[in-house]
């Protein structure tokens, strides 16, 4: 397992899977070590995916302060690793609030970064984030699903505040996170919680991690494409929420997966790899279907995730 050290000494671990020219991988969760993306739906096969273990998750070292797990500060650490790696500029993709620290990143450090993909991501950084109304909306499209009735209930009251809950609650909850609720999605779902480090996902966000005013105008600054992946079916963030994210950029294409939750390389493997495979590639695959250029939009326990 190849470790690199963090500009205040905490030594990252990183793991490499596939073949092929290199992207790095920021995990979310907040705070999620990278084992949760897996493959991501077989990228590997087109790509040499970099995975980092954020401080204080997975095989990383916890840091002496943890301060440093707040997202601004681990701008330093994504850099560290670019540097340990010895690109000149690199392939970036980030997972839901992963995505917050690849924004920072991108905005701090534009001329490192080649090709920049975000996926599920909330727009933290930017001072929006996903309301109870948003995740709702997503709830609801799964109505006509069996396990539905049993479980919104419970999912409503806890985003509205009317009920306490219990773990055995928020463990049935998975099935508004995955576009399709099957033994894959519920075998994901618990290993998600595996190795959890709680006080660093609270940390994540703290105040004065983002200041949005001043971030507004520094994606400008990033002339590297950028894609931002939705979810069709994802309630945080919702597809509308996430076209913000990609607003926010002056070369985006943004494109909704058909069916997918907050995890589209699980519900449809080959949909997510043809789309990202194609956006790195820089090869336009058309506007059908499924399928987005510009900035069109396309037609077509586990614990909630905190992003």
Not at 11 to 26: N, Q, S
């Amino acid at each position: 397992m190849p470790t690199f050290t963090a500009p205040d000494g905490t030594e990252l671990a990183y793991h490499v899977r596939g073949e092929g020219d290199p992207l790095v991988v920021l995990p979310g969760g907040p705070m999620k070590a990278s084992s949760y993306l897996g493959d991501l739906g077989g990228l590997t096969a087109h790509r040499r995916l970099i995975l980092l273990d954020l401080r204080g998750t997975g095989d990383s070292a916890v840091p002496a302060d943890p301060v440093t797990y707040r997202c601004d500060r681990q701008v330093d650490d994504v850099e560290a690793l670019r540097v340990h790696l010895g690109l000149e500029r690199m392939d970036l993709l980030a997972h839901s609030a992963g995505g917050s620290l690849a924004m920072l990143y991108a905005a701090r450090c534009p001329q490192r970064v080649a090709r920049l993909v975000l996926v599920t991501c909330i727009p933290w950084a930017l001072g929006r984030t996903a309301t109870p109304e948003d995740r709702l909306t997503a709830a609801l499209l799964r109505k006509d699903e069996p396990w539905f009735p049993a479980v919104f209930p419970a999912f409503e009251a806890w985003l509205t505040g009317a009920g306490d809950l219990e773990d055995d609650d928020f463990a049935a909850f998975g099935g508004f996170f995955y576009g399709r609720w099957d033994d894959t999605a519920r075998a994901h779902a618990a290993a998600m919680e595996e190795g959890a480090n709680l006080e660093a996902e609270e940390r994540f966000h703290e105040p004065g991690a983002y200041d949005p005013p001043a971030l507004r105008p520094a994606p400008a600054r990033v002339t590297a494409p950028v894609l931002v992946l939705a979810g069709e079916a994802d309630g945080g963030p919702r597809p509308e929420l996430a076209r913000v994210v990609a607003d926010a950029f002056p070369n985006p294409e943004f494109v909704v997966q058909p069916g997918a939750g907050h995890y589209p390389w699980l519900d449809d493997p080959k949909w997510f790899v043809r789309r990202t495979v194609a956006f790195l590639d820089g090869t336009d695959i058309g506007t059908g279907t499924g399928a987005a250029t510009g900035t069109g939009t396309a037609t077509g326990s586990a614990r909630p995730p905190a992003e």
